[in-house]
Structure formats: C-alpha cells, structure tokens
C-alpha cells in the first residue's frame, strides 16, 4: 500500500501569519457518555490527558495527543498518526461492552496551522461568526463553527498560533480562503 | 442579528451556524389520527408577529437540537432549553411575562 499522505502535502503559503496544512494527525471520534468514569479513563489512557472541559481542549507538552470536546457526548481524541490502529483499539477493548462508539477519522480531517503572532485571529474572524476578541476566545477552547461556507473547528495552542480542523474534502477550499484572509496588507486591526 | 446559546454545548452563536427546524412543540398526528388533526399536523403552523416558540439544531457546532423562545419582529431571544420538553418551561415564560405582559402562543400563554 502507498504511504499514506495528507491532503495537500503540507502546502504553505505566508501572508501577513503563515498559513500550513499540517499533515497527518491521527484522529478517534469518541461517542458515548463523557461523565462515565471508564470512558473518562479510555481517553485519558491513550492520550495521557486529562478530560477537557464543556467546548475546550486539553493537549499534551508533545502536541501530538489531545482531548478535544466536540459534543455532549463526543470527544476527538488526538493521536501520532502511525499510533491511531493501536490507540483505537486500546480504547475499544477498555470500553468493550459499553454502548460507545469509537472510529479512527484520521484520513477524513485535514488540519491547519496558522502561526507568526496574535494576528491569527484576524484571520478567523474574517471567516467564522465567532467572537475572537482575546476576552471571549483564547487558548485551551475549542470551537466548533461555520468556516465560510463549511463546518469546522479550532483551537489556539498558544496565543500567537491556530489550528483549523476541518473535512478532508473540503481541504483545498478551506487552505485558499485562509490564503486569501491572510493576504499581505489585509490585517484588519481590530482584535490586536 | 440572530444570536442563539445553544443549550447543550453553551455557545452562543451567529444564526448562520445554527439550521432551523421549525415550530416547537407539535403534537404529532399520525396513524387513527382524523384528517383534520393530520392536516393541521402537517400544515397549519403558527405565523405570529412577536412571541414565537422553535426547534433549531446547531448544525454547525455541537449537532444538536433545542427549542428557542424569540420575538420574530425584533429577533429578541428570551432563553432557549432542552428539546427534551413537549412545552415551554416556566422559567421562559416568565421571563416573557416580564417583557411582553399579555402574550400567548397557541394554548400557552
């Protein structure tokens, strides 16, 4: 079988943040309900995170394992890519018997990195009805919302970077209008 | 602008993340139902210009649904709640009470 390969490649373009696609990222939607303790510690198990809260997330120091929660009773559970089979079945066999559903959707996400500086926010609020005044949205929340046209969510790492999930499909979409609000010369200065 | 708080996940959002479902609270005709009461069922909805009770899913957020409680002439929103309920609870029609005295919606009042 080829090497799996992410949407664009890793495609970047800079414009006054740097826009990435990030590549792969391992991905299991979570579904069932979040206050049982042994799904509680299913996720916690194959991330060594903690649960996040309602709408946040909780990443680990690496970056590369998360809890995200997308939905009272959905989390998205973020693993290494080549780790996703292994993980996945770790938390089916802790959760066998209990009415859960967990999938590995590493290849239907693709993932974006918008970074250089607090301006990222700019750029999102250009495109999502969301409030990204640094008040109402920082890093540690999740957000799920409308991206232009087509469903997506994001967090902030850090103050100064964002990162955009979206539907693999719609990748090439999403990566032009994130091209396009991060054009040189077109911050609009209201947030920083 | 429409601003909705999503009750199941606790955002407040834009009308556009959110889809319409519709009036809230219909009973549902189906089988040994009169043709009247199908009828009415299926089409004879609510049209009124103030206190309106609806469904909305918050498609592009949590995927959920819920009821929403708003004034269609001003886009005011007294409260949304579960979609778990088969009426309007007390909370949010007081909270009506207070600031359209007098209103009623079909039978609630």
């Not at chain 1, 993980?87 to 918008?114: C, K, M, P, T, Y």
């Not at chain 1, 920082?138 to 957000?143: E, K, L, N, Q």
């Not at chain 1, 902030?156 to 209008?177: E, G, N, Q, T, W």
Request: glycine share 8%; charged share 25%.
């Amino acid at each position: 079988m080829p090497d799996a390969r992410s949407a664009l490649d890793g495609a970047s373009e800079a414009g006054f943040v740097k826009v990435e696609e990030m590549g792969l990222q391992g991905m299991i939607t979570l579904r069932g309900d979040l206050a049982a303790e042994e799904l509680q510690a299913a996720a916690t198990a194959a991330t060594g995170v903690d649960m996040p809260d309602r709408t946040g997330i909780r990443t680990a120091r690496d970056g590369g394992n998360a809890l995200a929660w997308m939905a009272p009773d959905e989390l998205l559970v973020m693993v290494p890519y080549a780790e996703a089979e292994e993980r996945l079945a770790q938390i089916q066999a802790a959760l066998e018997g209990r009415h859960v559903l967990a999938v590995n959707v590493s290849d239907a996400r693709a993932l974006f990195r918008l970074s250089g500086g607090p301006q990222v926010r700019e750029v999102v609020a250009k495109l999502c009805p969301v409030d990204m005044a640094p008040a109402a949205f920082g890093p540690g929340m999740f957000r799920r919302t409308r991206l232009a046209q087509v469903p997506a969510a994001f967090h902030m790492p850090d103050a100064d970077s964002m990162v955009i999930v979206c539907f693999r499909s719609v990748a090439h979409y999403v990566y032009k209008l994130l091209c396009d609000a991060a054009a040189t010369d077109s911050e609009v200065r209201y947030h920083v | 602008m429409l601003m909705l708080t999503c009750p199941n996940c606790g955002v407040t959002g834009e009308e556009s993340e959110f889809a319409p479902g519709g009036e809230a609270h219909l009973k549902r005709h189906g089988p040994g139902s009169s043709d009247e009461e199908f009828h009415a069922y299926l089409f004879a909805k609510e049209n009124p210009r103030g206190v309106h009770f609806e469904r909305w899913r918050h498609a592009n957020g949590c995927g959920k649904w819920f009821h929403a409680a708003r004034c269609t002439a001003t886009l005011e929103v007294f409260g949304t709640y579960s979609a778990q309920t088969t009426e309007p609870p007390k909370d949010i029609k007081d909270k009506i009470s207070a600031k359209r005295p007098g209103w009623s919606w079909r039978e609630v009042e």
